[in-house]
């Protein structure tokens, strides 16, 4: 893209090149106005017409019972502005030599100065100046005007330079920061290179596998410490069952110890006595 100062001159440019063709064409058409002028101003030299001799016809008796010939007409042709008319039986006359400038130079080279060449043989030799003054400050106004795009345009290539290296840069920069943030967000694990990203997600994996296991295991201990607390009971209850039944027993064998006893005694009595 142009700077300010380069569009503003390119404006100009484009100003002074339209000067330079309305001026042209208005040489042009002054050219031709004064050529037509010129034309219509000289006389035209008119050459002597030579003349010959009627030849005298014979004398024609007159009778009125004679039918009459027929009357033939020629047709009449308009004669153009400036030329004599030709009349029957007389020499032609030659038209007169109007002045025509020469003009043998052709527009062939579409460039600026091609164009002021051209130009140059369309007008007079007092517009000549004129138009040499006009073109002098034409291509002095081109050459400055070069001369300030060829510097924008050198800044511009410097800056482009300054631009495409900020823009390396740039690029080694974030090359370099991406490096970096990956070594930061790796974590190596049993030897295994991971991201923080996915080692977080393991390691909570971890962390609610082992809580869930956990849970279930108090949950399964809770029942079982239940189940012994009532096997406990049950086992105390029976342990004083047993101890009751066996002091029972005790009393009942010893009781069934002194019947016997007692028995005995009496049939040693009533033996003893026998």
Known sequence: MFTPDTQRYMIKLRILTALILTFALTGIAANGYAQDSLKKTKPTAVKPVATQPAAVKPPVKYNPYAAK???TYKPTTATPAGQTPVTPGAAPVKPAQQYAPENT???????????????????????????MALWKNVTDTLASTRRKLNEANG????????????????????????ASNAVADSVSLLGMP?????YNWIMWGLVIGFGVIAA????????????????????????????????KANEKEKKLARELQTERNKLDELLGRG
Not at 107 to 131: A, E
Not at 194 to 198: D, E, P, Y
Not at 219 to 236: I, V
């Open 216 to 247: 279930i295991v108090i949950a399964r201990s809770g029942a079982h410490s239940r189940e012994a607390s009532y096997r406990t009971k049950l086992y105390n209850e029976l342990e004083e069952d047993y101890k009751t039944y066996k002091a």
């Open 155 to 178: 800044k511009l290539t410097v800056s482009t330079k300054k631009a495409d290296s900020l823009q390396t840069e740039i690029t080694t920069k974030e090359q370099n920061l991406s």
């Open 105 to 131: 130079a052709i527009l062939t080279d579409k460039s600026l100065n091609g164009q002021y060449q051209y130009l140059l043989t369309k007008v007079y030799h007092y517009q000549q100046p004129l138009i």
């Open 194 to 198: 991971l991201t923080k990203a996915t």
């Open 69 to 71: 010939p027929a009357t």
